[in-house]
């Protein structure tokens, strides 16, 4: 069965440090893989998915596949990026029903 | 162009109640969505409709749960009678194509005493 794992409840970060937010996937095949954001008061938006290989408001993600791994990152963690982030996977093939994680809440402080 | 709609934002009822949450999709997106957040847990998919198809209802949790998307245009799902464990946020998605990015609504916030 397909499941993805984010660890950490809570990441607590200073502005201007690094932000890693670890996202883990069981899968047996080559899924897509996606992070959503929820800002306070703000319904949960799409940030990146991982066949766009973007960077978007200074974060990317890389999937490994050897680790099947999604982590998020940023160099330098703005105040402005506090929010909840999902990480998400959608099966290949047809269909479009998105297995989420649990969920990370990232909090940047002055 | 409108987001993802959904009524009402919050609802309270008492176990054994009907109620009725709606979602009102972007306009032109076939596929539509409706997922859900129990306290603590991640967000699971229920089901998913193209136009006025079920496509998947893998998720939906039993049968007191019951969805409609007569139309093709907005969805509702009934809740017939609630229970305790119905508790959580209910969020409905549209997309335009079955591969395409899904929007979400700001959900609806359902608690039953």
Redesign the interface.
């Known amino acids: 069965a397909q499941r993805?794992t984010q660890p950490e409840k809570l990441l607590s970060v200073f502005k201007g440090a690094p932000v890693e937010l670890k996202c883990n996937y069981s899968y047996s095949g080559s899924p897509e893989l996606?992070w959503?954001v929820q800002y306070s008061r703000q319904?949960?938006?799409?940030l990146l998915?991982h066949i766009s290989r973007e960077s978007i408001k200074g974060f990317t993600a890389d999937l490994n596949k050897g680790e099947t791994s999604f982590h998020l990152k940023k160099p330098f963690a703005q105040e402005e990026d506090s929010a909840m982030y999902?990480c998400a996977l959608r099966p290949p093939g047809?269909?479009?029903?998105?297995?989420?994680?649990?969920?990370t809440q990232l909090k940047v402080e002055l | 162009e409108a987001g993802v709609t959904q009524f009402p934002s919050h609802s309270v009822i008492e176990k054994g109640q009907t109620v009725t949450l709606r979602c009102d999709p972007i306009s032109g997106h076939d596929n539509l969505y409706w997922y859900r957040r129990v306290m603590g847990k991640e967000i699971k998919f229920l089901l998913h409709f193209v136009k006025e198809s079920k496509q998947d209802e893998s998720g939906m949790p039993n049968n007191r749960f019951l969805a409609e998307r007569t139309g093709g245009t907005y969805s509702t799902l009934k809740v017939q009678p609630a229970e305790l464990e119905d508790s959580g946020v209910y969020f409905c998605a549209s997309s335009r194509g079955g591969n395409q990015p899904q929007h979400f609504g700001d959900g609806t916030r359902l608690s039953i005493l």
């Open positions: 993805v996606f959503y319904r949960l938006q799409l998915r999902y047809g269909g479009n029903k998105l297995t989420f994680g649990t969920g």
